[in-house]
């Protein structure tokens, strides 16, 4: 069974710092592009950072303030996040595409992550 499972949401306060995690099973992520997504509230989802074999990719609104990683033979996906502003409240979702042609394609359930004093 197919499963992306995220973890380390939660509340932090503005300047903080969160590392997010998405557990792969059921597949092998060295086939896949692997990102992070975010909707928050009454947004559209949007690609907060991406992955692939070597290529790195990070939204504007995160960039050079998290660090997404990857490692394969755990088949973990991570993504630091630094200097948290009450806008990066949102569910962040770890997203799945298999390589090159993108046929294979999964999502996780998403974490909670609130910004807030």
């Known amino acids: 069974q197919v499963q992306l499972v995220e973890s380390g949401g939660g509340l932090v306060q503005p300047g903080g710092s969160l590392r997010l995690s998405c557990a792969a099973s059921?597949?092998?992520?060295?086939?896949?592009?692997m990102a992070w997504w975010r909707q928050r509230p009454g947004k559209e989802r949007e690609l907060v950072a991406g992955i692939g074999s070597p290529e790195v990719n990070y939204g504007d609104s995160v960039k050079g303030r998290s660090t997404i990683s990857r490692d394969n033979a755990k088949n973990t996906v991570t993504l630091q996040m630094n200097s948290l502003k009450f806008e990066d409240t949102a569910v962040y979702y770890c997203k799945a595409i298999s390589m090159p042609y993108g046929r294979n394609e999964y999502w996780g359930q998403g974490t909670q992550v609130t910004v807030s004093s």
């Open positions: 059921g597949f092998s992520i060295g086939n896949y592009y």
